[in-house]
């Protein structure tokens, strides 16, 4: 299974020779890098190779192209976000703290180093199918495990479960994407715990099931 890919400084020389997965690791953390600083459509190969201190042939020897390269990262990414909301839920039996984890989970999200979530949430090619799926899919899973929640521990229909796992997870992104451009002018802990409070003001109306 992949691991977590983080932008760091670790190029070799070119004809170093690395196991073929220790290679990919590389070869994504470079593209992710520059695609992060340059968008996908002004991103080139030959920039990416170079970051990652290959030839264009080695690059291509793992991704068959550019598209099949960013497809590659995002699927990384969205997993890392899903795997994230699943930890949060499954972290406690107390579905106040639920609330406050899964707003953690979008918030570590977003603060990653590398600033992998603008591929998923920022990337210029939201409207290209295969990126849009991959995104909406991976939120609609969010959602899902939330709505789960809810059915289970109130007397909500499962369309109405489902409407409020929507409205949470979509809270949950967009305060977490909007902080990251204050520039931490409220400290991330103040801020998580500022939209959970709301969030679990409203959630916790619904009466519990017995």
Not at 23 to 46: I, P
């Amino acid at each position: 299974m992949e691991t977590r890919v983080t932008a760091t400084p670790d190029a070799k020389p070119r004809g170093t020779r690395l196991p073929r997965l220790a290679r990919r690791r590389q070869l994504l953390s470079a593209a992710q890098e520059v695609f992060v600083e340059n968008g996908y459509h002004a991103a080139a190969m030959d920039e990416i190779a170079d970051r990652a201190g290959v030839s264009k042939p080695v690059l291509y020897q793992h991704f068959p192209g550019k598209l099949e390269l960013y497809l590659a990262l995002l699927d990384l990414h969205v997993d890392d976000m899903v795997n994230r909301c699943r930890e949060a839920l499954a972290s406690t039996h107390e579905n106040k703290l639920r609330v406050q984890a899964t707003f953690s989970a979008f918030f570590d999200f977003v603060s990653t180093q590398g600033e992998a979530f603008r591929l998923v949430f920022e990337s210029d090619l939201r409207n290209v199918a295969p990126v849009r799926q991959r995104v909406e899919r991976s939120l609609q899973e969010c959602a899902e495990m939330v709505s789960a929640v809810i059915q289970e521990d109130t007397g909500c229909t499962s369309d109405e479960a489902h409407l409020l796992g929507v409205g949470l997870v979509g809270m949950a992104e967009v305060s977490a994407r909007y902080w990251v451009t204050t520039h931490g002018s409220i400290p991330k802990d103040a801020a998580e715990q500022l939209m959970a409070r709301l969030a679990w003001r409203g959630i916790s109306g619904f009466p519990r099931t017995a």
